[in-house]
């Protein structure tokens, strides 16, 4: 239950008036969803960028998993050998990425 000073306040958003004065006290509804928003874009690009370093690993990953269950063990076994191969490669990049990112 609202006591009658916040629902007077109430009233008061509802006119220009009171809608100028509340963005000039400096009501800040809306700055807790930009911090969500900010948040979201850079949970993102830490997936983007995690997808683009160890893509093709973990697509290689699924192949030999694929073939394996198929019954396909020359394949699977060959997969493998070309992830683990990928997966070094991979490593190689992040250790420089992380060097140069920690000079």
Do not use: N, P, W
């Not at 070094?88 to 992380?98: I, N, P, Q, R, V």
């Amino acid at each position: 239950m609202m006591t009658s000073k916040a629902m007077r306040l109430a009233r008061a958003k509802h006119t220009r008036l009171g809608r100028f004065l509340c963005r000039l006290a400096g009501e800040e509804t809306g700055a807790v969803m930009m911090e969500y928003v900010i948040l979201a874009v850079l949970i993102a690009a830490a997936c983007v960028v995690a997808v683009a370093m160890f893509g093709k690993t973990i697509v290689g990953m699924f192949d030999v998993a694929a073939k394996g269950a198929t019954g396909d063990h020359t394949g699977a076994k060959t997969a493998q050998d070309a992830t683990r191969t990928q997966e070094g490669t991979d490593k190689g990049k992040a250790d420089t990425y992380h060097d140069s990112m920690h000079q």
